[in-house]
């Protein structure tokens, strides 16, 4: 099967591969995997006042699946968070001109913006429940 | 043909997991024969038509049920009798343990070492047996009456091989 020269592009030289912190309170690790085939990938992004400052990505999969999470990055940073969480695979179809046999590898990077998403909140949710029992707690000291 | 026979019934075979594998080769050799093309060559066109359906049903169902993930899977939807399940769960933590040994396997493919290598596909071997000996005992307990319960566990213990076998091929 011919890969598009988009996928060829990214997966020749994939954009924005590495790792974050994933202890900082501001990065949200997103890690999925299709069992139709068994690839993994790990998407992280990096929050700033609401908005993706940053995004590295990992995947162990098929070409399209690495450069489906390419241009996943590429595409969210930049964007809010509520932006980002509206990006759809297939979109990411579209762009790479993905064949049917391929859109669950899209489909793998459409779901890790979301698991990223979805970690980076609740740290954040974590971290809000923290401070609200602070509050509570000094009240308490308090009266 | 009844298009509401399924694959053990078209090989005349128990419906379960473990299928004797000489047998199902018999038996599709021998149901292949008398589909075979030139026995027909003289029929009606109906008949013809009947036999090359005959043939696609026997040569579906052989690579099915020959295949052990493929059979799981087949299985697990006929008891699953069109009832939802979650086709991506997983137990937790394993997406997470499958991304560290692919890891491993990045770092022995930069740095070959042969044997650390060997002891991760026996890691890997390992763990492919634990999955399908839990998936010969839960298919037994979902044939004698399946909860969705113990399809969720089969359709998750299907995944994880899935997974483990995309490890195998690159430890290979
Ligand atoms: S083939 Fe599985 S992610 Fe592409």
């Known amino acids: 099967m011919a890969y598009s020269n988009k996928v060829i592009d990214h997966y020749s030289n994939p954009r924005n591969v590495g790792v974050l912190d994933k202890s900082d309170p501001n990065v949200g690790t997103g890690m999925v995997g299709a069992p139709e085939c068994g690839d993994v990938m790990k998407l992280q992004i990096k929050v700033e006042n609401d908005v993706i400052v940053d995004a590295k990505f990992k995947t162990f999969g098929c070409g399209s699946a690495i450069a489906s999470s390419s241009l996943a990055t590429e595409w969210i940073k930049g964007r809010t968070v509520d932006d980002a969480m509206k990006i759809r695979n297939t979109e990411i179809v579209q762009e790479l001109s993905l064949p049917p046999v391929k859109i669950h590898c899209s489909v793998l990077a459409e779901d890790a913006i979301k698991s990223a998403i979805a970690d980076y909140k609740r740290k954040h949710g974590q971290a809000a429940t923290t401070q609200q029992q602070e509050q509570q707690t000094q009240q308490q000291a308090r009266s | ?172």
């Open chain 2, 1 to 172: 043909m009844t298009p509401e026979r399924d694959y053990f019934q078209v090989f005349g075979l128990a419906r379960g997991y473990a299928v004797d594998l000489a047998e199902l080769d018999a038996r599709y050799e021998r149901l292949s024969f008398d589909v075979h093309p030139d026995f027909f060559a003289a029929a009606t066109p109906a008949e013809k038509q009947r036999a090359e359906r005959l043939a696609a049903e026997l040569n579906a169902g052989y690579r099915t049920l020959r295949d052990e993930p493929e059979r799981a899977a087949y299985l697990l939807g006929l008891l699953a009798a069109g009832r939802a399940l979650d086709t991506r769960q997983l137990p937790a933590g394993f997406l997470q343990q499958m991304f560290a040994l692919q890891e491993q396997v990045d770092e022995l493919e930069a740095a070959p070492e042969p044997a650390a290598k060997a002891e991760l596909g026996r890691a890997v071997a390992a763990r492919l047996d634990a999955v399908r000996a839990e998936r010969v005992a839960l298919f037994a307990r979902a044939l004698a009456g399946a909860t969705p319960e113990l399809l969720q566990a089969l359709q998750s213990n299907v995944n994880c091989e899935k997974y483990l076998l995309r490890l195998q091929a690159r430890l290979a």
